[in-house]
């Protein structure tokens, strides 16, 4: 009966939403006064995370949700399938280029990653819930909240019909049909935008569920700054957040005094270090360096992962429809194998897999240029560091050479199609030599060709820097809830899947005022060519 009740807000929901107004009240945050205070949550960072986080504590307390980007309703960039890409070179988002000469980009707008993806959505494998120690049955129930809001499964074009069936072809078994759930195989997976083409990025959830009398959102707020009381000779208490609007005014936010409100940090795996290490919580040595005051001492930034991608470009002979990630085959060795098609007028697709699970580690640190966090801080991942990864890459090309070669793909690809491991796909390499030289041509592909997924995660993981709780070590009232948690990427998708059933799961004591009984928290974080996504539920709140 409860599910049916879901269901129904939903429908209402997107009826209203499909006016263009966004229906839940948003404030620029040069608007807002120089002090607010009283606030049972001050939870920075209005992405996938922060979204469905702040939906669920507003049921009961006062939360304040501070975004750094501004809103993308009514920006065609962000709202239109077809317009993917082009969002990227909007102030929506913020590029930056790695250490590795990697091409990167963060979301910078309301929505986080969910409203400039790929917008690919799947859930988390029964294998991984019960890995972290989950209820299946709460998990379902929270995949439902937000899937009757932002999610729908999609009807494929030609290509992608046929990217799906060539998959199979390519032994990508078995062949899964239709579905959310994650399993080896092909799947048709859901989607973040409706049969219209328009975007339902995280922040619907908002709009669908919010209790608009506790929750305050501010657009164009970037948080500068976490201050901690130090006065006694206990742990470090979180006290208030300061935060900058577009006009580079200051103004801050304060917490109630009692000892259950809390700031929760969900400002990617990131944004959350880079703020961290400015408020002095971070590496000791590494803070000095910059003069910084030493809060705490904790491995901050240190072991950031991301899944490498390689893509390759597939001219088609016939015209093919405008469709982002629609289709995934996932393999038994972590390679999952996607593709867009038609973007931007373009006759033909972009075919990529990506490395699950990479077991390579880089860090994040500050810049010796600029301590401004407007400014991306420097950041390291270490792409096929570790040999696994390399091999998984190999791995998953050879399944995408065996793609492109199937009777399936035919229609869709030249004879002059150019081979990862050499010639052309009408007179291929790999059928006149061994596979022991084919893979040492892909391992140098992969190496050179080396791109993102934009799932980076991991710079704040639980026993380094936050606890299984996800408070921070030796402070009180400061908490992460993003994808600088984990160790791991979930599911076909991070830029992640952050499993917010964890906190809920052993919730009770997590969110200590809010969660009983236990809210079940989970998701994916986003990428642009798959989902972020991080969601919430709780029987008796929503």
């Known amino acids: 009966m409860e599910l049916k009740c879901l269901a129904l807000a939903a429908f209402l929901f997107i009826a209203y939403v499909a006016a263009d107004d966004f229906p839940f009240p948003l404030s620029e945050a040069h608007q807002a006064p120089d002090l607010i205070k009283d606030l049972d949550y001050i939870v920075v960072g209005g992405g996938a995370a922060g979204c469905a986080l702040a939906t669920t504590l507003s049921q009961n307390f006062t939360v304040l949700l501070l975004e750094r980007g501004g809103s993308p309703y009514n920006n065609p960039l962000f709202m239109r399938e077809e317009n993917f890409m082009l969002g990227l070179l909007d102030e929506g988002t913020q590029g930056f280029v790695s250490t590795d000469g990697v091409a990167n980009s963060r979301g910078r707008v309301l929505g986080g990653g969910s409203s400039i993806n790929g917008g690919f959505w799947d859930r988390a494998s029964a294998q991984e819930i019960k890995q972290i120690g989950l209820d299946p049955v709460k998990a379902n129930a929270s995949y439902i909240w937000a899937e009757n809001v932002i999610v729908s499964l999609p009807t494929l074009g030609p290509f992608q019909t046929a990217f799906h069936k060539g998959l199979v072809e390519a032994g990508v078994t078995p062949d899964l049909g239709a579905t959310y759930e994650h ?19 995280s922040s619907n959830l908002i709009a669908a569920y919010a209790n608009p009398q506790n929750l305050q959102v501010l657009l164009n707020a970037q948080a500068v700054k976490i201050h901690f009381d130090v006065s006694d000779s206990g742990a470090p208490r979180a006290m208030e957040v300061d935060f900058i609007d577009r006009n580079g005014g200051l103004h801050t936010a304060f917490l109630k005094q009692d000892s259950a409100s809390e700031i929760i940090l969900s400002a990617s795996a990131i944004g959350t270090p880079h703020l961290l290490m400015l408020s002095g919580v971070g590496p000791a040595d590494h803070l000095k360096q910059f003069n910084i005051n030493v809060v705490l001492n904790l491995p901050v930034g240190k072991n950031i992962a991301d899944n490498p991608a390689t893509r390759v470009y597939v001219p088609s002979p016939l015209p093919v429809e405008s469709a982002l990630v629609k289709v995934a085959g996932i393999t038994p060795f972590g390679s999952y194998i996607e593709s867009l098609s038609g973007v931007q007028n373009l006759q033909g697709s972009v075919i990529f897999q990506k490395v699950a699970g990479p077991k390579s580690t880089g860090e994040v640190v500050l810049s010796n240029d600029s301590l401004d966090i407007t400014n991306n801080p420097v950041i390291t991942f270490n792409y096929y560091n570790n040999s696994d990864d390399l091999a998984t890459c190999i791995g998953g090309l050879n399944i995408m050479e065996k793609f492109l070669l199937s009777k399936t793909m035919t229609p869709f690809v030249s004879g002059m199609q150019a081979m990862p491991s050499g010639n052309v796909l009408g007179l291929p390499i790999r059928k006149f030599t061994s596979q022991e030289v084919i893979n040492a041509t892909l391992s140098a592909y992969c190496k050179v060709n080396v791109g993102t997924m934009w799932h980076y995660h991991g710079s704040c993981r639980v026993g380094q820097v936050v606890d299984s709780q996800y408070k921070v070590l030796g402070a009180e009232r400061l908490r992460i809830v993003d994808g600088s948690v984990f160790d791991f990427c979930p599911g076909t998708c991070k830029r992640m899947r952050e499993f917010w059933e964890q906190i809920v799961q052993h919730g009770a004591n997590g969110f200590s005022r809010a969660l009983t009984p236990p809210i079940q928290m989970c998701g994916c974080l986003d990428h642009a060519h ?7 539920h709780t029987r008796d709140l929503l």
């Open 530 to 536: 798959g989902v972020f996504y991080i969601f919430s």
């Open 183 to 201: 399993s080896v195989g092909t799947k048709t997976g859901g989607t973040l935008f409706d049969e219209n083409g328009q975007r339902r990025p």
